[in-house]
């Protein structure tokens, strides 16, 4: 008995630390995507200094800068598998798609557009984005685009 409860304690032990190391590891990056859509709800979100947490791994533990950017919800999206538009989106709200079933193409996709002029997106805009990624880790996500167009 006694045997059989340390064995348990053990791996649970192995497994809480499995999850950890899993947690702190990077996000594997996107490859760059195209993507066209529908603006429909955006927020811009002003730079932030961000202090490190003394003893987290990665980005978390050192100060660091968060550039000011929107968060955009487009609709009537192109350009992505729903695999990637599904990831996409986790990246910048895990939360997001709880509404929307894990096998059918998300309603919607999120983009995270650095830029430092508010006024440059707005409701209701068609936007194509070139060569969006997505990449981060337990400090934050972080994107980047080659080229933003207003559609007319």
């Not at 050192?62 to 999206?77: C, G, M, Q, S, W």
């Not at 430092?116 to 400090?139: A, C, F, H, P, W």
């Amino acid at each position: 008995m006694q045997k059989g409860f340390r064995h348990i304690i053990t791996l649970y032990c192995s497994l809480f630390t499995m999850a950890a190391i899993c947690s702190a590891a990077p996000l594997p990056p996107f490859t760059p995507v195209d993507v066209m859509g529908k603006i429909t709800e955006i927020r811009w979100i002003e730079a932030q200094h961000i202090k490190g947490i003394s003893g987290m791994s990665g980005t978390a533990g050192h100060n660091r800068d968060v550039p000011a950017h929107f968060i955009v919800k487009l609709t009537e999206y192109s350009g992505v598998s729903k695999e990637t538009a599904r990831e996409m989106t986790r990246y910048i709200d895990w939360h997001a798609l709880k509404e929307e079933g894990e096998k059918s193409r998300p309603s919607f996709i999120l983009l995270q557009i650095n830029h430092e002029n508010r006024t440059v997106l707005q409701e209701g805009m068609s936007i194509m984005v070139n060569g969006y990624t997505v990449k981060g880790d337990e400090g934050g996500t972080w994107t980047s685009l080659e080229k933003l167009d207003i559609l007319p």
